[in-house]
Nanobody, 128 residues
Framework: QVQLVESGGGLVQPGGSVRLSCAASGFTLDDYAIGWFRQAPGKEREGISCISSGDGSAYYADSVQGRFAISRDNTKNTVYLQMNNLTPEDTAVYYC?????????????????????WGIGTLVTVSS
């Protein structure tokens, strides 16, 4: 069964850090570009980071550049998103998505709708 499962969300204080995980089953993550997305209440979904298949090139939206870091552990078939220096504006449900064709810059583009697999999301709340 093909599945993506996010974990690691929760309540974190402003300025704090959290690491999200995106674990895959039923397929090999390294064969796919893996994007991280978020959706805050009342806002559109935003593509924030992506790691390409193979060479693992990383891409970031301007809103998270320099604060977030994406990585992949092929032995665990898992992609991570390390999030640092969090602000209340980072509060959202975070999702990962896998795409077997598109380049990362397309995967996280707001107009793109070709993601093969989605996780169900994990909530990150940044609040004191």
């Amino acid at each position: 069964q093909v599945q993506l499962v996010e974990s690691g969300g929760g309540l974190v204080q402003p300025g704090g850090s959290v690491r999200l995980s995106c674990a895959a089953s039923g397929f090999t993550l390294d064969d796919y570009a893996i994007g991280w997305f978020r959706q805050a209440p009342g806002k559109e979904r935003e593509g924030i980071s992506c790691i390409s298949s193979g060479d693992g090139s990383a891409y970031y939206a301007d809103s998270v550049q320099g604060r977030f870091a994406i990585s992949r552990d092929n032995t665990k078939n898992t992609v991570y998103l390390q999030m640092n220096n969090l602000t209340p504006e980072d509060t959202a449900v975070y999702y990962c998505g896998a795409d077997d064709i598109a380049h990362c810059t397309v995967v996280i583009a707001p107009w793109y709708s070709g993601i093969n697999y989605w996780g169900i999301g994990t909530l990150v709340t940044v609040s004191s």
